[in-house]
């Protein structure tokens, strides 16, 4: 899997239904109204870094709910942890 492809919180691009034809219109070039803003993304941007695996402080307790509340984000979840070598 090619880093590109994984979304700020650990999706992976290629199965979201957004994604088509090898580009993704998704949470890296969307301007979020504050509000509205994906949690993951967030963080991310604060700390201008790519994606949730990349955070010193990964797996932390802010990003626990987001990766509970569903099978995909239990997967994103997972593959974080595979990328930083970290048991899950």
């Keep these: ?7 700020c919180c650990g999706v992976d691009c290629s199965v979201c239904t957004d994604y088509t034809g090898n580009l993704c219109p998704g949470c890296r070039q969307t301007e979020w109204k504050n509000e ?8 991310c941007r ?3 870094i ?9 797996p932390c307790n802010e990003m626990q709910g987001f990766y ?4 995909g984000h239990r997967k994103a979840f997972e593959r974080m942890c595979l ?3 970290n048991p899950v």
């Design 1 to 7: 899997m090619e880093m590109e492809s994984i979304a």
């Design 36 to 43: 509205e803003i994906c949690l993951p993304v967030a963080c």
């Design 46 to 48: 604060k700390k201008d």
């Design 50 to 58: 790519s994606f949730c695996g990349k955070c010193d402080k990964f």
């Design 68 to 71: 509970e509340e569903s099978e």
């Design 83 to 85: 990328l930083r070598d």
